[in-house]
């Protein structure tokens, strides 16, 4: 995404990648603790599902 002047690149997302994604704009401005912008939702989620994948792989043991 730009900014809206269009000068600027706000957002870049890499499209082969599970979750890469970096920004410019403050989206935690716009968070809160009950209702997460969708930029943080989408990142636990990720995450989540990225122990889920090595805790079934055996690369991450579980404590």
């Known amino acids: 995404g730009v900014s809206p ?12 990648h599970p979750w890469f994604l970096a920004c410019q704009f403050h989206p935690e401005f716009k968070s809160k603790p009950l ?3 969708p930029l943080f939702s989408s990142f636990i989620n990720a995450s989540y599902e990225h122990r ?4 079934k792989t055996g690369q ?3 404590k």
């Open 5 to 16: 002047d269009k000068n600027f690149v706000e957002i870049v997302e890499i499209p082969d």
């Open 35 to 37: 209702a997460a912008h």
């Open 52 to 55: 889920l994948a090595r805790t």
């Open 60 to 62: 991450l043991a579980m």
